[in-house]
C-alpha cells in the first residue's frame, strides 16, 4: 500500500542565497495538497474541485530565488481555504455555528476564506461543516500564511527601503470570453490605485507588452484582500496582483501543462528578472 504524504506545512518558502531586490512574489492559490476529508464530503471529484485552483502559477515562478527576490507559494488549495480573503469572511450558509452575518458579496457567491463553491458555482460539499473545523483550517493555513508574508514585506522595507509584492493568480477561459476582442492576456490589479504607485504599475505593464502579451488595468479583476490588506504605497509598500489567462500555458480541461508550457515559463522568467531589475530601485510616488 502507498503511504499517503504526511500534511504539508502552510505553505513552501523559496528564499535567494543573497536577497538583491525588494521583490516579492507570491502565489496564494496554486496550493495541490487536498486533505482527504475534503475529497471525501465533497460532492465533486478531484478534477471539478482543482477547477478553481491556480494550477501550475508555483511551477512558472520557480526561478524567482535566482534572480535574488523570494517567493512563498501556498501549499493548501483554494477549496479549502482561500488566502486572498480575510479571516472573518465566514459563510453562514457553509459554516454551522454562532456566526456574525457578514454582507460581503464574495461571502454571498460562495467565495468566503472557507469556499462554498469552486469555479462556475459549483458546490463543494455535502451539508454544512463545522465551525471549530474553519477555526482549524484558519489556524493551521491561513494565519501562518500571513505572518510568513507580513514578516517577508516587513523585512523588505527594512532592507531596501521599500517592498514590491507581486501576488500571481491565473484567469480560466470562461472569465475572459465575454470580453471579445478586448480579451487580456494579462490583468494588472492595483485596487486603482490604492494598492501599489502609478509608476511601478506602469513599468510592469511595459515588461509583459514587450513579451508581445496583451495587457490590461483592474478588469476584469482589480485585486482582492492581500491587494487592500498590504498595498500601502504612501509607507512603500506596493502590492500588484497578477493574473495569467491560463490558456497560455495548460490544458485547463485535463489541468495539466499545455506543450506551450515550456516557452512560456521561460517567458516568464524573462519577466521575473525585468520585475527585480525594477525592484533595485526606489518607486516613485505620485506627487502630492
Known amino acids: ?43 465533486l471529484d478531484l478534477l471539478r474541485l482543482r477547477s478553481s485552483e491556480d494550477a501550475f502559477v508555483d511551477r512558472l515562478l520557480a526561478t524567482v530565488p535566482d534572480h535574488g527576490a523570494t517567493l512563498i507559494a501556498a501549499e493548501y488549495p483554494r477549496a479549502w481555504v482561500d488566502l486572498n480573503r480575510a479571516e472573518d469572511e465566514l459563510d453562514s450558509a457553509l459554516i454551522a455555528g454562532d456566526l456574525r452575518p457578514h454582507s460581503g458579496p464574495r461571502v454571498a457567491a460562495g467565495l468566503g476564506v472557507i469556499p462554498r463553491v469552486v469555479a462556475g458555482g459549483r458546490s463543494i460539499y455535502r451539508g454544512k461543516i463545522t465551525l471549530a473545523e474553519a477555526q482549524t483550517r484558519l489556524n493551521e493555513v491561513w494565519r501562518p500564511y500571513h505572518a510568513q508574508l507580513g514578516a517577508l514585506i ?69 485585486g482582492a484582500y492581500i491587494a487592500q490588506r498590504y498595498g500601502r504605497p504612501s509607507e512603500n509598500v506596493h502590492v500588484v496582483q497578477i493574473e495569467i489567462d491560463r490558456s497560455l500555458y495548460m490544458d485547463e480541461a485535463r489541468i495539466e501543462p499545455s506543450a506551450e508550457f515550456q516557452t512560456f515559463s521561460a517567458l516568464m522568467e524573462r519577466v521575473i528578472l525585468q520585475i527585480c531589475t525594477i525592484g533595485t530601485q526606489p518607486v516613485r510616488l505620485a506627487a502630492e
Not at 14 to 27: K, L, Q
Not at 183 to 195: C, E, F, H, K, T
Open 154 to 222: 516587513h523585512s523588505a522595507r527594512a532592507r531596501h527601503g521599500q517592498a514590491i509584492l507581486i501576488d500571481v493568480h491565473s484567469m480560466p477561459s470562461e472569465a475572459l470570453d465575454q470580453m471579445g476582442a478586448r480579451r487580456p492576456q494579462i490583468v494588472l490589479g492595483d485596487r486603482y490605485g490604492a494598492s501599489a504607485a502609478r509608476d511601478l504599475v506602469a513599468r510592469l505593464e511595459a515588461v509583459f507588452a514587450d513579451e508581445g502579451l496583451q495587457v490590461a488595468r483592474n478588469a476584469p479583476f482589480a
Open 1 to 43: 500500500m502507498t503511504e499517503k504524504p504526511h500534511p504539508p506545512a502552510a505553505y513552501r518558502l523559496s528564499r535567494p542565497e543573497r536577497p538583491g531586490n525588494a521583490v516579492i512574489f507570491a502565489s496564494p492559490h496554486s496550493g495541490a495538497y487536498y486533505p482527504d476529508s475534503l475529497q471525501d464530503r465533497s460532492v
